[in-house]
């Protein structure tokens, strides 16, 4: 959805070689998929403006699809969306711009959520977290459930000082009050632009302790996805990998996870070096 | 603590990830730049547990994480997804069958 309408607000002015049908009759022109469109860029750069660091495209600048100017608060932040843009090669892959897409929800926010229902939203995801939905049968799955994720959920009870536990039944675990006031306090402690990176990747890995545990960088991304997807892992080792689903699946899970941690790191950092004390 | 392995191992691939990546100049490229700026700066350090060196190196390994499954899933989505409609046979293969040949045509 993004992508298309990226492609109504940005001018349209197609240089000469640009201009082509999605199916050319002639076998020169490469097929472009609808949904994609062809690169008409030359240059990427970045530039400082007062609201922050911008993206252009050789001479244009870049907006959001509700057509505000794309501004983000980080130069590394900038140079990664840069780096997604100019990346492309014949035709912009939209729905692999992870970062781009992410800067664009966080500038338009097209769902309209404040902070505090960003954070709602949030901390409710811990009430059916992924790795607290445990299964009795198989017992096998059950074993590995216990002994991937409980280190898991000890790791977060003890480091945000709570009660969380995990469950077999169909109500899933019995979340406390004051559990979710801890968390509620805590992400109201990262700004909005996080804060949208922090509930993304909750979606996505569909785990609200999986996504801490990256945030705090207790876990890899890798590793991450690992335990989200660990009954799919499981049966995979059971009945075999069909490539183009599994790990199709598996590569943009990772994408996106990795795309959202790094939003919310660079996001809630200051870019300044630290330099020692040696240094003059 | 995340298991990251050796940062400079960290580094070199995603280097290798960010020259994939970017155009012909990739040396000069703003990412490249930055990230060897990055690692070099946090490289004068005496103490062990240096938080700072901790970050950014889960910072490296998660970007190049996110460049390298963005490029999987980029290939295998050119691969099975993006060339529309395929042939009887292509779809027989895809499971392993062929499709049989009859002389004359099929009845």
């Not at chain 1, 675990?173 to 306090?185: H, Q, R, W």
Request: aromatic fraction near 8%; charged fraction near 25%.
């Amino acid at each position: 959805l993004w992508a298309r309408s990226l492609l109504a607000r940005l001018p349209r002015t197609p240089p000469a070689a640009a201009r082509s049908g999605p199916v050319g009759p002639c076998g020169s022109r490469a097929y472009a998929p609808p949904g994609e469109r062809k690169r008409f860029y030359q240059n990427v750069s970045i530039s400082q403006g007062e609201g922050g660091f911008e993206i252009n495209l050789d001479h244009r600048k870049l907006k959001t699809p509700q057509a505000k100017l794309f501004t983000v608060p980080s130069e590394a932040l900038a140079i990664a969306v840069a780096t997604e843009w100019d990346s492309q090669k014949d035709t912009i892959k939209f729905y692999t711009m992870h970062l781009t897409t992410l800067c664009n929800t966080a500038l338009d926010n097209p769902t309209q959520r404040n902070k505090t229902q960003l954070i709602r939203a949030a901390v409710k995801f811990l009430e059916t977290d992924t790795i607290c939905y445990r299964v009795e049968e198989p017992p096998a799955l059950a074993e590995l459930q216990k002994n991937e994720w409980d280190p898991l959920v000890a790791w977060a009870e003890k480091r945000y000082d709570v009660t969380i536990g995990s469950s077999t039944s169909i109500l899933g675990p019995n979340i406390p009050a004051s559990t979710k006031e801890t968390f509620i306090s805590h992400l109201a402690s990262y700004n909005m632009w996080a804060l949208q990176g922090i509930e993304f990747v909750i979606t996505q890995l569909k785990s609200l302790i999986l996504s801490m545990g990256l945030i705090d960088r207790h876990i890899t991304v890798e590793k991450a996805v690992l335990l989200s997807r660990l009954e799919e892992e499981y049966q995979i080792q059971r009945w075999g990998n069909v490539e183009w689903a599994h790990d199709y699946d598996l590569c943009e899970l990772r994408a996106r996870t990795a795309a959202g941690t790094l939003f919310v790191h660079l996001c809630s950092e200051s870019s300044t070096v630290k330099h020692k004390l040696l240094q003059d | 603590m995340a298991a990251l392995g050796a940062p400079l191992r960290t580094l070199r691939a995603l280097l290798r990830e960010l020259r994939h990546a970017a155009g012909r100049p990739y040396r000069d490229s703003p990412a490249y730049r930055h990230v060897l700026a990055a690692f070099r700066a946090h490289r004068v350090t005496s103490e062990k547990l240096c938080r700072a060196q901790h970050e950014l190196h889960f910072q490296a390994a998660t970007y190049l994480c996110l460049l390298r499954s963005a490029r999987q899933h980029a290939a295998l989505h050119r691969e099975y997804h993006g060339r529309g409609e395929r042939s009887p046979e292509e779809v027989a293969g895809l499971v392993g069958f062929r499709l049989p040949q009859q002389p004359g045509g099929k009845g």
